[in-house]
């Protein structure tokens, strides 16, 4: 699985990261759960609240986006943008 993350400040990228994890035994859940969090830790961000609207975009469009109201702590970006790459 590989997983490309960016933080957006407006209409600028402020840092992009690919994460890439495989395990033959895991989920595919369990292995966007690894990836994801391994993907915030390499961009240095706390991991967001997951909602139901972001299982539904990522689910549609294997894709979606956390903003900075997601994070417990304060971010300094308008928000975090995860897409599933082939």
Same mark, same amino acid.
């Not at 994890?21 to 966007?32: C, G, Q, T, V």
């Not at 993907?39 to 549609?60: A, G, H, Y």
């Given at each position: 699985? =590989?997983?490309? !993350?960016? $933080?957006?400040? !407006?209409?600028?990228?402020?840092?992009?990261?690919?994460?890439? @994890?495989?395990?033959? &035994?895991?989920? +595919? #859940? *369990?292995? $966007? *759960?690894?990836?994801?969090?391994?993907?915030? @830790? *390499?961009?240095?961000?706390?991991?967001?609240?997951?909602?139901? #609207? &972001?299982?539904?975009?990522?689910? #549609? +469009? =294997? =894709?979606? %986006?956390?903003?900075? *109201?997601? +994070?417990?702590? %304060?971010? @300094? +970006?308008? #928000? $975090?943008?995860?897409?599933?790459?082939?």
């Amino acid at each position: 699985m =590989r997983i490309l !993350g960016k $933080l957006i400040k !407006g209409t600028t990228i402020v840092s992009e990261k690919l994460v890439e @994890k495989d395990d033959e &035994n895991a989920s +595919f #859940r *369990e292995l $966007l *759960e690894t990836s994801f969090i391994a993907l915030c @830790k *390499e961009l240095d961000v706390s991991v967001p609240l997951w909602l139901k #609207r &972001n299982t539904t975009e990522f689910v #549609r +469009f =294997r =894709r979606t %986006s956390f903003t900075k *109201e997601q +994070f417990i702590e %304060s971010v @300094k +970006f308008d #928000r $975090l943008e995860i897409k599933l790459e082939q």
